[in-house]
Each structure stands twice: as C-alpha cells, then as structure tokens.
C-alpha cells in the first residue's frame, strides 16, 4: 500500500482534532500557538543509504535531510534530536569518532544543537532524526495557484549519478566521481533564503523523493495540475557533460530524488523579486513550469511542444 | 560499551553549549524560554517488546512507556509522534486496524494527539516515539538530598512476570495469566499526580529499566547513597501470592524494568502531604528508603539490617 493512503486510511482520524498536525499532510508539524515547529524523519540502512562504509558522510547526508525539510518550509532549525539504533560494529569507538566530528563540523555549519535522543541495540542500523525550529508563520503544501510559476534552487540528478558510482553501476574519472559523490552524500542547503522565502512562495516542498514525486506531493489535495519545461530543469556542468557524451539520459535521472533542492511556487508577479533576491544570495534558482488548471494534463514537454515521458517520477514509499 | 559512557564520550560534548539538553543526561530535553519539553523514544522489537502477535498492545505499550517519561517529570503530554519501521506483514491491514483503534483508546484515555511521524519500509520492526509537553518547570534528574526519603508509586515486578508468561518460562492459572500479560502490556501512568508532583519531589525517574538500574540514573551525578528497605519495595497482592507459594523469590523480581512507576525522593519534611496528596489521588505511594552521603555504601536491608544482594539490578543498555 502506498504510504499517503496507508497513512490517510488509518491514521488521518487520529489527527483530525489536532490543527498542528497539518493533516499528517506535511513534511512538518506546525504549532501556531507556539510557534513551534517540528519535522521527523527515519533513515534505514539499505533503504535511506547504501550502508555504513562512511559513516561521518552517512550522518551528514541524513542531518542535512532533516534540515532541509524545515529549511524549505521558511522555517530555521535549532535543535535537532538522534535516535541512533545499531550493533556494535556499526558503533565502533571508530565510526563515534567520525560521527561525533561530522556533527560537530555540521553544528558550526548551520548552528545548531544536539539536543538528545536515544541509543538502543538492534541488528538493523537506523536513525530518526527530530529537527526543532521556532516561527510564526511556515511555507504549507497546497496552496499553490493556478498560473504560478514553478521554482527549483540548485541542480537535479547529481546525486543520483552519485549513488550510481557508489553502487559501482558507473565509473568515471576520479575528479567526476568525487563531485558526484559529494553531490550525494553533502547536499547544499540553502539556509540563507529560508526567511525570506516566507514572503516568495506561496507553497514548497524540498525534494526528497524526486521531482515529479514530490511535485505531485506537493499539490496532492488541490484540484491542479502542471507543466514543466524540460529543458529548463537545472542540471550541472559535470552531469550536461556525462549527457552530451551520451552516458546517460537527462530524462533518467533529473526525477530520481535525494537532491534536497527546493521545490516551490510562486505568483509570476514575483517574478522579478525572486530572481533578484536568489541572484543576491548567490543561489541558483530556476523556473521551470507553471501550475495549470485541472482540465488540462500535467505533462513534461520539449521545446517542439512535444511530450516527455519519464520512466522514473521518483520514489514512493509503500509497503 | 555502557549507553551513558558512550553518549558521555562523543556525544556530551556536541550539546554542551546547549542548556536545554539537560547535558544528555535527562530522559527529557527542556527549553525553559520556551516551555517546551521533549522526549523521544526508540523500541525495537525482540528488545523492548517480544514480538508483533499482539499489535494493538505493544502500540499501547510503548506509547505508555513514552508519556511516562513526561509525566515523572511533573509534565503533561500534549503530541505525539510515531515513526514506524516495518514490513508488509508488521502492517498488515489488520494489523494498522489494531494499532489505529488503540492509539484513538490511548488519545481519548491522556488527551494526547497524533501529530506526525515518517513510515518507512524495513525488514526490522521498530518505532520511535517523540512526545512533547509544555511547562514552566519540570523534574530534573540529581536534585537529591542527604536524608531525602526515596518513594515509589504502585506496585513493582508485575510486568515482569507477565513477560515470564508471554516468553512461556511460566505458566499460571488463566486469571492470573492474564492479570501479569496486563500488568506488562498496559502500564498504569498517573497522569493526575504529575502537575502535583512538582511541588512535591526533589528529583524523579519512571523506572522502565529496573529499580536500581533506575535509582543509580537518577543520582548518577550525585555524590550521595542510598539506603533501601526490602520489605517495603511495594509488591501486588497477587505477586504476593506466588511468593509465598515460593513460585517465585520477592528479590528476583522487584528490579527487573518495565514497571514504569515514578520513583522519587523528597524532603522528610513532606511526608505527611505525599501521603496524602496520593491517598485524595487514590494512588498507592510507599516510602522504600532514604538518599545517604557518599561516605555511606548503597545498600539493600532487610527487617534484621541484613544486607540483600540482588542478582538482577535491571537493564543497562549496552554496545
């Protein structure tokens, strides 16, 4: 079953009293009131990363995740929490070393805090992460209008193809696998524009999944749909290299997700405003699509108009 | 290597210019400018529950286990948030219907709400529970004092003869059976007292890994002893009865986890209103020892100042 209905049929009636919950419809737990906001995501070996052969780049590959869904929400984070569930060989004295130096470097990154958590024996290696952020307003899904344009931050499939060069599915020069892995296990986030973003998006989402998956997420309880221009989806210099010599397809891997680039929209009325504010910050920004009325059918198109069809919209969890 | 080594050597470091972390060494996280009041929780299964046969009571279970955590500490819960791990069969249709159904008895029973949480795919069947309260104060952890009585409330060890029962390494008559399977499914937490508490204890702990186990946490910080009585560490009646049909020896039983009482210690000045303020409450309070100074050895007495040595002090969590 696919985890929205799984979580829809049996849990959404827990929430309904519970405004903050956001329907269990967000990436994150909103508490006006309190200005509290709260985002909780689960890591599992084999599933979240590959394995465990670096665990300081694992731990900063899963922290900036955590982050990266407050941060494209408006919303700064202050705390974070680890609940850290492993054996003995994945908790060696050498891999808590590298673990607690990658925090460390990760704390002076983006200031802020381990705050607690849970240590237990299991088998299976995991992590659940808790990020905390305090703020009167947030960024919420579907509000998107039609007519808005559609923004990403950064690039798309970088780290994609890094995954591809750590699961030894494709080799490249060393320089070329080093970037792409990086680009896979340290993910840029985009602290800096998170406030001011408040005031530019009417709706985001940071893509965790892939981008048509999480575009779809995105706008799942209104009655719209989209179009995205094809080639105005950001790729970097080295992936339009690897495309141009044919060694892959920019169709395959522009939707395949754990890129932590910021998906959002906005009134084309912002137009200027965004470009100018991103282009301030040195932040890459594109616009890529437009929201549509649902009469029309979401589609990817090229420059003749014509139909793209991705084979892979991302990543959705069922069970 | 021991959990509270572990955290103390790579990871106290990391929050130590964080007060709210409580240094690591709370089973709460507590932002005093914010009121906010954090504890998260991981449960494996095959660790903290046996196994999946019975769904609708682990759910209750653990979810009892993580409010207990705030309401020790005078603190009551407001959200909650489930991250669950599992496969196809640990959610099975039937199965989320059960766990569904459960936490909608569990909201209604503590006004407590659903708030969010992350469902992921993996072969290992774990939870982690965050809950989260609001207070201008809680209970912290090493505020005992010298001469401090040191209380419990309800009974202890009931739970775990239950596991002894569901482990099938005892077998009772079914009354029975199903008065201890209960007793370690559906821990009684005292929500009424909590708020009172404040006023009342110096410092406290929910015993979830034993009694000493759980006594030596609360003051690990602490230059101080303890003194316990052994015929006044509270035991149900019926727990009574298999100690006098010798199925069982009090001292096996009474620091084995999973009793999730309080466990605190308080001025001896406040002895008649604990009594009290429990007896109007109608929850069952003993007074089981006293804090002495460290020049003093902790120890166990019984009715003839013989010292008792337990085999089992609890669960210490280890790498």
């Known amino acids: 079953m696919h985890e929205f209905e799984l979580i829809k049929k049996y849990f959404s009636n827990l929430s309904s009293y519970n405004k903050s919950s956001l329907d269990l419809n967000d990436d994150v737990f909103f508490d006006k009131s309190k200005k509290l906001v709260i985002s ?7 599933v979240h990363f590959i394995d465990f052969r670096y665990p300081g780049l694992v731990i900063k590959k899963i922290l900036r995740s955590s982050i990266s869904d407050l941060i494209c929400k408006g919303v700064y984070p202050k705390y974070y929490f ?7 060989k994945s908790f060696s004295k050498n891999n808590l070393k590298k673990i607690s130096s990658s925090l460390n470097q990760e704390q002076k990154k ?6 607690g958590g849970d240590t237990v024996f299991s088998k299976k290696l995991s992590f659940t992460i808790t990020t905390i952020g305090f703020s009167n307003k947030i960024i919420s899904r ?6 808005d344009d559609i923004y990403v931050t950064g690039n798309l499939g970088d780290s994609f193809i890094g995954l591809k060069i ?6 490249l020069s060393k320089i070329l696998n080093n970037y792409f892995q990086k680009k ?3 993910p840029e986030i985009y602290t800096n524009i998170s406030k001011k973003l408040l005031s530019l998006a009417n709706t985001s989402i940071d893509i965790s999944d892939g981008l048509i998956a999480d575009l779809e997420k995105l706008i799942n309880k209104q009655k719209l749909s989209y179009i995205l221009y094809f080639k105005d989806i950001p790729v970097s210099k080295n992936l339009k290299k690897l495309i141009n010599l044919k060694k892959i397809k920019k169709q395959t891997c522009i939707s395949r997700g754990d890129d932590y680039q910021i998906l959002f929209t906005a009134s084309r009325s912002k ?3 965004i470009a100018q504010s991103f282009k301030d910050l040195g932040i890459k920004v ?10 029309q059918k979401s589609q990817i198109i090229d420059e003749k108009n014509k139909n793209i069809t991705l084979k892979n919209k991302g990543y959705f969890h069922s069970f």
Do not use: M, Q, W
Request: hydrophobic share 30%; aromatic share 10%.
């Open 166 to 171: 750590l699961k030894k599915k494709l080799n």
């Open 271 to 273: 137009s200027r405003i």
């Open 82 to 88: 680890i609940s850290a569930s492993g054996n003995k």
């Open 110 to 115: 983006y200031s802020i805090y381990l705050s």
């Open 184 to 186: 896979y296990f340290c």
């Open 142 to 147: 579907n509000r998107a209008k039609v007519n």
């Open 286 to 295: 594109s616009k890529i699509g437009k929201i549509c009325p649902v009469s």
């Open 40 to 46: 909780i995501d689960t890591y599992i070996e084999g």
